[in-house]
């Protein structure tokens, strides 16, 4: 028996998001089909992470086992990106360490944020188009504001299984890229289920004036979700990148 | 009446192309069915030139006449952005002399043709892969080729009824933009129906080593569209600028 990365990107417009749902198409369910039809065996992938309905991957890892005859990892790329549809492309499979996992030995992930401020036909299915002039200046301040706390409870679904809402923010911060767009970048150990939409959700409260550096404090320290602001639309959400130990790979 | 020049840019993957058609909903029928509502006078809209089905427009120029009172023309750009469709953003409206022609005072058109050398899943809307490394020095010497030209009946759709088939490229180069994406830049006074897509078709087989200089030499001199190499996909095609002298303006 065999583990391998599996490195992939997705457009999730068209799905439930990663996690397999007996409600439609998921990223997950549809990887599956595809490698155990061409591997010929039964095959279960495991992901870094779950992304929300409509909710897009720039790089998503996930990891299998495989316990048939040797394949060529090249090959097996070009015929899944064959088999899938243009919403999903497969760049890369590399043999891993037996006890390497796609979740549990993930050591950070990227998100970002994509914002307009006009109307874009090109970008319509990618970014959130505001109708006022992000005050970027403040929202910087507030996310250095993030970064001294650890538990995020306040932005995350409720009712998750999850053991602990404590999650190390390494990096988050606004960048203008032109006249009329603005991405957000976070980079954490972990994430909460929701947490990034509703992180950037308040900090658009910020950038429009309506919310202060002492408001944010209030809210995170309230530990309850129904004080955040509300969440940012997942179609301008990306996740970004995946890191994991050098001597992770085989 | 004061006449206007309206700018817009549009993704037209919905779309049988700027020109009205009996068969399909038009760029220039949906701007003109909506300036019509909204300024409560039957308008007609005259585009700097055409895109066919599928291809996009960054920057597309039209100009209508207007007997009305004057309006406001930011309001009227909000309105209209309103109105219209995601797949179509308005940018600026502004009035110009009343000689002043979209398609007739034009003194040059950018078109640009965006190729990718991988799977892309959000790119597929606006690029065209290919399945090989194309030689973009051997394509560049062929563009400096083209530019010695200015009869392109080779490269142009059979019975159109314009006068004359001569057009001068001031500017055609391919630019590498990452490891996976190219990127075609075309100038000239104007162009054929087909042009830029016959031309990229007769490059990219230059790009993968089955045509040169004498080649491309022999398919201009022949003035006969057939000899030349197949169109490439609409969709990855985006009319980019449209540009008209200083004093157009009022």
Redesign the interface.
Known sequence: MKRFFITL???GKNYVGWQMQPNGVSIQQVLQDALSTILREQIEVVGAGRTDAGV?A?KMVAHFDFSGERFDEKDLVRNL?SFLS????V?EIREVKPDAHARFSATSRTYKYYLTT?????L?D?SYQVFFQPDINIMNALCEVLKEYEDFTSFSKLHTDVKTNNCRISEAYWKQESNTCFVFTITADRFLRNMVRAIVGTLLEAGRGKLDERGLRRIIEAKNRSVAGDSAPGHALFLHDVTYPNDTWL
């Open positions: 990107s997705y457009n897009h720039r990106n243009r919403d999903i492309a760049h006009e109307k874009d036909p090109f319509h990618f």
